[in-house]
């Protein structure tokens, strides 16, 4: 199988300047490779630097070294260095981040919110919005929300629509910050297969998950951050 | 994350920007207006440009606007039939190219709209300038931007005087897009309303900009503006631009000690 995502000599050193200029050594010689229909879990306590890496990888936060290169169609982009634009290009065809939390947006349907990224990838209106609904409703978002802005939802309810916003358009490299905190039993069951479909669709996932059951059944590979951890922080 | 980033087609396929901001300094006599500010703006993108009061930030948008001329350094904007030097041309080109290609959505909507003229006359007055006669279709297009801005057509009528700070400031932008300009500069396009109402202008001006790609420089105080509206971010401190990149990046891992301060100040 095709390396979808790798990883070379990254380290991570945040400086806080009006702190004294404080830094923090957080990660260090990261180097791996995660391949298509693969979910790599990263494992190990938090603050050691699990999150960290995902948005290193997502380019949310900046690499002090190393590069982080993406297969976004027939070519390596590196993340770590790439301008704005072409990480914009590479985030809304290939790279996507699912988190626990939605970002609100005003007004915005939870419909729409969770029909935009089709959208954005020029599905015509009436199909997105009825695989809008269709995930919808897999993640039991009750038929009454979908008109509604989440800004009035339940925590959870918005956590939902952020997991059907995030998996309705899988793309070929995806970053999973505990999508699964704090879901009962039946909607954790729902991103588990969701997860899974992705992998078989050949997408390789890379996450974090804080519940043993879930990484469990969704890790096809581990790896332990500790490996990666700053001497330092360590 | 960013707000946007999943919206909106990137404009990779587009072969050149649209904008091109060469070494643009600007001096006040001995002082600093800005200073060797350098980026380019390809179409769709929408770039934002933070900083405190008198850090250059409307010196800077004044000079890519075409309004006033820079010291040094070159504005460049990618006209339909190639590249033009926006400071080099002639002044009743430049006007012209300010005109048709350009739009300008002011702070104060008093400064942007004729406050003597009908919401209506306000829009349609726009499509007189590009060379409309039909008054049939001017009405037309006047009442579907009113409605694009959620402004009854019921309203088109009245003075802007008359309307409300967050129905003036929708007018004119309204003002502003109907011409179908290519780049759009905002000044604090938010500043002066309420909460709940800037929301609603936010959300208007992040669909607007989606469906009719256009690209924008939107200059703003506000990081959370920045964060919903814009893709790429410059931060600007006593006339230099010290950090720029990702919107999400530079809100969510600063590099540099001012932005640090910026944004430790405010939850973004």
């Not at chain 2, 060797?36 to 929408?46: A, C, I, K, S, T």
């Not at chain 2, 726009?126 to 049939?136: I, V």
């Not at chain 2, 604090?188 to 309303?193: V, Y």
């Amino acid at each position: 199988m095709t390396d979808l995502v790798r990883v070379n000599s990254v380290a991570k050193e945040f400086v806080l300047h009006n702190q004294g200029g404080a830094r923090l050594a957080v990660l260090d010689h990261v180097s791996f490779a995660v391949k298509a229909g693969e979910c790599l879990v990263l494992h190990g306590p938090s603050g050691a630097g699990k999150s960290t890496l995902l948005r290193l990888l997502y380019g949310n936060y900046k690499c002090t070294q190393g590069e982080i290169l993406v297969r976004h169609h027939d070519r390596f982009v590196d993340i770590a260095s790439a301008d704005p634009r072409e990480v914009l290009e590479v985030r809304r065809l290939t790279l996507s981040y699912v988190s626990q939390f939605l970002r609100v947006i005003p007004r915005v349907s939870a419909l729409d919110i969770v029909a935009a990224p089709l959208i954005a990838r020029g599905v015509d209106f009436s199909t997105a919005q009825k695989r809008a609904q269709d995930m919808l409703a897999r993640l039991n978002i009750p038929q009454r929300l979908w008109a509604l802005a989440p800004a009035t939802f339940s925590g959870g309810e918005q956590q939902r629509v952020n997991i059907a916003r995030s998996f309705i358009a899988i793309t070929p490299v995806m970053l999973l910050d505990e999508p699964t905190a704090s879901l009962d039993a039946q909607n954790r069951d729902v991103v588990i297969s969701l997860i899974d479909e992705a992998r078989r669709a050949g997408s390789a996932l890379v996450g974090i998950f804080h519940d043993e059951t879930v990484r469990e059944r969704a890790a096809t590979r581990w790896i332990d951050i500790h490996s990666f951890t700053a001497a330092e922080a360590a | 994350m960013s707000g946007m980033d999943m919206l909106r087609d990137a404009a990779a396929l587009a072969p050149s920007p649209v904008l091109e901001c060469d070494a643009v300094t600007r001096m006040y006599g001995e002082r600093i207006g800005c200073r060797n500010v350098g980026f380019r703006l390809w179409p769709g993108e929408v770039l934002g440009i933070v900083g405190e009061s008198g850090s250059g930030k409307s010196t800077l948008l004044r000079c890519l606007a075409g309004l006033d001329a820079p010291t040094s350094g070159r504005v460049i904007f990618q006209d339909e039939d190639g590249a033009v030097d926006v400071h080099a041309l002639p002044e009743p080109r430049r006007r012209a190219l300010m005109r048709r290609a350009l739009g300008i959505v002011h702070q104060n909507p008093r400064d942007g709209l004729r406050m003597d003229v009908s919401a209506g006359g306000n829009v349609g007055e726009r499509l007189m300038d590009r060379g409309e006669r039909h008054y049939g279709r001017i009405r037309d297009v006047a009442v579907d931007w009113l409605r694009r801005v959620e402004i009854s057509p019921e309203r088109m009528d009245d003075l802007p005087r008359h309307f409300s700070g967050g129905m003036q400031q929708r007018l004119q932008i309204a003002r502003v897009l109907v011409s179908g300009p290519r780049l759009v500069f905002m000044d604090e396009p938010t500043g002066g309303l309420d909460v709940s109402v800037q929301a609603k202008l936010l959300d208007l001006l992040r669909n607007l900009v989606r469906d009719l790609d256009i690209a924008a420089v939107i200059v703003t105080h506000d990081l959370a503006v920045a964060r919903l509206l814009t893709d790429r971010l410059m931060v600007m401190k006593d006339g230099h631009v010290v950090e720029q990149g990702l919107t999400d990046q530079v809100l969510d891992d600063p590099q540099h000690a001012y932005t640090q301060l910026l944004t430790s100040a405010v939850l973004v």
